[in-house]
């Protein structure tokens, strides 16, 4: 069973940077097309950015320019840079293959506020 852990939320204010982290386990991470994912209260969960097995990337329009996304295979490990960051990004964030069909983790609670 596929496990995912992600890390690195925090409290920061506008135009700050946080970088999070998400291990993932159980599965053939380096053939996978991962996503990143962010949830706020009251709304469906929304796709942030994705990076296929070859490293190509794609992001939502909201986080372009801003966001980063990369993965290191050797550790199982995804990716999500994050600067000039608006109180708007304030959500929990998830990851998970691309399409999402792996059971979600508890996700990282980024706060943007000042």
């Known amino acids: 069973q596929v496990q995912l852990v992600e890390s690195g939320g925090g409290l920061v204010q506008p135009g700050g940077s946080l970088r999070l982290s998400c291990k993932v386990s159980?599965?053939?991470?380096?053939?996978?097309?991962m996503a990143w994912y962010r949830r706020t209260p009251g709304k469906e969960r929304e796709f942030v950015a994705r990076i296929s097995s070859a490293r190509t990337t794609y992001y939502a329009d909201s986080v372009k320019d801003r966001f980063s996304i990369s993965r290191d295979n050797s550790k199982s490990t995804m990716y999500l840079q994050m600067n000039n960051l608006i109180p708007q990004d304030t959500a929990v964030y998830s990851c998970?293959?691309?399409?999402?069909?792996?059971?979600w983790g508890q996700g990282t609670q980024v706060t943007v506020s000042s």
């Open positions: 159980g599965s053939a991470f380096s053939f996978e097309t």
């Open positions: 998970n293959n691309f399409g999402g069909s792996w059971s």
